[in-house]
């Protein structure tokens, strides 16, 4: 990550739920923490997606995500997830996504998140751009 900008961090305890029957993350679950956090990240930002999809104006999808896992997490164990904007453009955001206990990496994403209106790219909404813009 960039040290730049300060990471969004996100907290989440590894439940029984989250794990398969050796007590170890399931790895689909590791994309829930990560949404879970982009939510948080957007909603400290004082945007609130229910807002920006009422009246289906602006959606945002997932259009390209690379993932690399490190280390397994477990039952019981307190992660957090780091979330830093490394680019804004008219229509993508691309983040850099990490779940860590403590200082130790487990997983990696880098995703684009693109914004879709009537099934087609478009711009994403002005308030959001800005305050979501890496500082200068």
């Given at each position: 990550?960039?040290?730049?900008?300060?990471?969004?961090?996100?907290?989440?305890?590894?439940?029984?739920?989250?794990?398969d029957f050796s007590g170890i993350?399931?790895?689909?679950?590791?994309?829930?923490?990560?949404?879970?956090?982009?939510?948080e990240m957007l909603r400290d930002a004082d945007l609130h997606q229910g807002e920006i999809h009422a009246g289906g104006k602006?959606?945002?999808?997932?259009?390209?995500?690379?993932?690399?896992?490190?280390?397994?997490?477990?039952m019981d164990d307190l992660l957090a997830v780091e979330?830093?904007?490394l680019k804004l453009t008219a229509a993508t955001l691309e983040l850099d996504q990490r779940v860590k206990k403590g200082d130790e990496i487990l997983f990696t994403a880098k995703v684009l998140i693109a914004a879709v209106s009537g099934g087609r790219a478009c711009r994403i909404p002005r308030e959001v751009r800005e305050k979501l813009s890496p500082p200068a």
């Open positions: 990550m960039s040290e730049q900008t300060p990471p969004h961090l996100f907290s989440i305890r590894v439940y029984y739920e989250d794990t993350v399931y790895h689909a679950n590791y994309l829930r923490f990560i949404e879970r956090a982009r939510t602006v959606f945002f999808v997932v259009a390209r995500m690379s993932i690399e896992f490190l280390r397994p997490a477990r979330t830093r904007v």
